[in-house]
């Protein structure tokens, strides 16, 4: 399953972004989808996951700031971040968890940067 990610950018203290995650089709079901962020020198932590049925589980430095959706039509998770702060400043990482009752994997999208800034 490969990933397509895409909407970081360059935002300032208190305002948003919204961040999209396609995954390719595949044979495979797509299971959790989620967020994940990193900085230089920091291990990656997460950020916001879904399950297929809309369950959610949020990082807890961005709870009732971001909300993450799904589209299982589309293969597609989105990731609304408001009220940004300098320290969200990091590359963001989409990742599902994929499988087909008998075999189980994830995959990861190549990142992508959000620099919040004045």
């Known amino acids: 399953v490969q990933l397509q990610a895409s909407g970081g950018g360059l935002v300032q203290p208190g305002g948003s972004l919204r961040l999209s995650c396609v995954a390719s089709?595949?044979?495979?079901?797509?299971?959790?989808m989620g967020w994940y962020r990193q900085t230089p020198g920091k291990q990656r932590e997460l950020v916001a996951r879904i399950n297929r049925g809309g369950g959610t589980d949020y990082g807890n430095s961005v709870k009732g700031r971001f909300t993450i959706s799904r589209d299982n039509a589309r293969n597609m998770v989105s990731l609304q971040m408001n009220s940004l702060k300098d320290e969200d400043t990091a590359v963001y990482y989409c990742n599902v968890v994929w499988g087909n009752g008998r075999s189980y994997g994830d995959s990861w999208g190549q990142g992508t940067l959000v620099t919040v800034s004045s």
């Open positions: 089709e595949s044979i495979f079901s797509i299971y959790d």
